[in-house]
């Protein structure tokens, strides 16, 4: 029980470590210090973290949603890294990066770790608006605006981080910068969509429990169909 203890703190000090100093997290990266190490811990609480907000916007419909969503939002962010990490392990591998699979991989989990700590910061300010207001478009649309806000700076900080490990690899380097523009907008539609795909994370109080809606429409019409609704123009 105290060895599991042990280990469980190490892996919040692995996470506490890549947001206090990423330069350094890079730097280990690059060197490939305890790469596996750090990519069960980041594993871990990335996953605890996406678990806890899921299940506090899933609860916004009922318990079973909000045990739904605890799944669900964890599967998303991840499956959705696994989808885009060939595209962008391949093309820099032939645009002369030097770095390993295992290297770029645990590079794309920080995105996932750094958003999945940022939605745990903001789980107040989501668990307040939750018992507050009973408008489920408007809790719908503050999260939207939540996950985009976490999304940006967590691939911010990818763009920043693969360009420092990158630094000796000067072969096609100005290719693989693009590439890696081109990948995080890729990384932002398959979220979309595979998000779309697995709903409802949210559930609107008003329809029954579904674990998988049946596909129609897209997310962005969605959203604005949320929009006019909060706005009164429907």
Same mark, same amino acid.
């Given at each position: 029980?105290?060895?599991?203890?042990?280990?469980?703190?190490?892996?919040?000090?692995?996470?506490?470590?890549?947001?206090?100093?990423?330069?350094?997290?890079?730097?280990?990266?690059?060197?490939?210090?305890?790469?596996?190490?750090?990519?069960?811990?980041?594993?871990?609480?990335?996953?605890?973290?996406?678990?806890?907000?899921?299940?506090?916007?899933?609860?916004?419909?009922?318990?079973p949603q909000s045990l739904s969503a605890a799944i669900k939002l964890p599967c998303l962010y991840l499956l959705t890294l696994l989808i885009c990490l060939p595209t962008l392990f391949i093309f820099n591998?032939?645009?002369?990066?030097?770095?390993?699979?295992?290297?770029?991989?645990?590079?794309?989990? &920080? *995105?996932?770790?750094?958003?999945?700590?940022? @939605? %745990?910061?903001? !789980?107040?300010?989501? #668990?307040?608006?939750? /018992? &507050? *207001?009973?408008?489920?478009?408007?809790?719908? @649309? %503050?999260?939207? !605006?939540?996950?985009? #806000?976490?999304?940006? /700076?967590?691939?911010n900080s990818l763009y920043q981080g693969m360009q420092l490990i990158s630094e000796e690899d000067t072969e096609g380097q100005g290719a693989r910068k693009k590439i890696l523009q081109f990948w995080l907008?890729?990384?932002?539609?398959?979220?979309?969509?595979?998000?779309?795909?697995?709903?409802?994370?949210?559930?609107?109080?008003?329809?029954?429990?579904?674990?998988?809606?049946?596909?129609?429409?897209?997310?962005?019409?969605?959203?604005?169909?949320?929009?006019?609704?909060?706005?009164?123009?429907?």
């Amino acid at each position: 029980m105290l060895e599991k203890k042990i280990d469980g703190k190490n892996y919040f000090n692995v996470l506490i470590g890549l947001l206090r100093d990423r330069q350094n997290f890079m730097e280990e990266i690059r060197q490939g210090v305890r790469l596996q190490h750090k990519i069960i811990a980041l594993l871990v609480c990335s996953s605890l973290f996406f678990g806890i907000y899921g299940a506090i916007i899933g609860l916004y419909h009922s318990v079973p949603q909000s045990l739904s969503a605890a799944i669900k939002l964890p599967c998303l962010y991840l499956l959705t890294l696994l989808i885009c990490l060939p595209t962008l392990f391949i093309f820099n591998i032939f645009f002369g990066s030097r770095r390993s699979l295992t290297q770029h991989f645990l590079l794309v989990l &920080t *995105t996932a770790s750094v958003i999945s700590a940022l @939605l %745990l910061g903001f !789980a107040p300010v989501t #668990l307040f608006f939750l /018992i &507050t *207001t009973d408008n489920y478009q408007f809790f719908k @649309l %503050l999260n939207v !605006a939540i996950f985009i #806000l976490t999304g940006v /700076i967590g691939v911010n900080s990818l763009y920043q981080g693969m360009q420092l490990i990158s630094e000796e690899d000067t072969e096609g380097q100005g290719a693989r910068k693009k590439i890696l523009q081109f990948w995080l907008i890729l990384y932002g539609f398959v979220g979309s969509q595979l998000g779309w795909i697995i709903r409802p994370i949210f559930g609107n109080p008003a329809s029954p429990f579904e674990l998988v809606r049946q596909m129609q429409g897209n997310i962005f019409m969605d959203i604005g169909n949320a929009i006019a609704e909060v706005l009164g123009f429907r």
